[in-house]
């Protein structure tokens, strides 16, 4: 099936660092959307994007849709410790109603 | 607001036994999923119900079936549970027609052994 690739797999940052994160595919997408996921519970939509090149902000974090339509970003400024845990993004092909691909996700740790 | 409510949280089956997951969400919304989600891997969906009345397979569906029993409610089955079946189900509902703002239920961990 697609995939989406996720990467970094995980990382490791102090408090107060910039964090930069991506997903790419071969496939062109129509949404983009980048969900964070803390332990023990669901996924929760921090961010979706639907025009390339669209750039979406929700307070510290930024996302952007890739002009290609193949890739997205994930951008956390100025992290704290409750950044802490796992970030999907997911994307929806052309005419793909109800059924989004997922990345494999990107795991924040923040340093002590 | 309770959301999107999942029973149970845990549970431990012998191979071969069945059981049935419950999901229910109180927003209103017309879609609901079912999706696993494995160690390492992103989550996938195993079947889906755009609106009431209606269901249909996801990317993974072998195993399991599903049942919309009103707007609120859509269940997930396993008729004879497997070892790989052992994953952390999540159940959602969706905000939109397309199905691409999903909210999650806390999900349930499921062990087959």
């Known amino acids: 099936g697609q995939q989406l690739n996720q990467s970094p797999q995980s990382m490791f940052i102090q408090e107060g660092e910039d964090v930069s994160m991506n997903c790419t595919s071969s496939?062109?997408?129509?949404?983009w959307l980048w969900y964070k996921q803390d332990p023990g519970e669901g996924p929760v939509l921090l961010i979706a994007?639907?025009?390339a090149g669209e750039l979406t902000s929700n307070g510290r974090l930024t996302a952007q849709f890739g002009i290609t339509r193949k890739d997205s970003f994930l951008n956390i400024s100025a992290s704290i410790p409750s950044d802490v845990g796992i970030y999907f993004c997911?994307?929806?092909?052309?005419?793909?109603?109800?059924?989004?691909?997922w990345g494999a996700g990107t795991k924040l740790i923040i340093k002590p | 607001n309770a959301g999107v409510t999942q029973t149970p949280k845990f549970q431990v089956l012998k191979t071969g036994q069945s059981m049935t997951l419950q999901c229910a969400q109180d927003?209103?919304?017309?879609?609901m999923y079912w999706y696993r989600q494995d160690p390492g891997m992103g989550l996938r969906l195993i079947y889906y119900?755009?609106?009431?009345?209606?269901?249909d397979k996801g990317e993974v569906p072998n195993g399991y079936n599903v049942s919309r029993l009103n707007k609120r409610e859509f269940s997930l089955r396993l008729e004879s549970a497997a070892p790989s079946q052992t994953s952390v189900y999540f159940c959602?509902?969706?905000?939109?027609?397309?199905?691409?703002?999903?909210?999650f239920g806390s999900g349930t961990q499921l062990s087959v052994l």
């Open positions: 119900s755009a609106s009431e009345g209606t269901t």
């Open positions: 959602a509902s969706s905000a939109t027609g397309t199905g691409e703002k999903l909210f």
């Open positions: 994007l639907y025009k």
């Open positions: 496939s062109i997408f129509n949404t």
């Open positions: 997911a994307g929806q092909l052309q005419g793909s109603n109800y059924q989004l691909i």
């Open positions: 927003m209103n919304h017309n879609s």
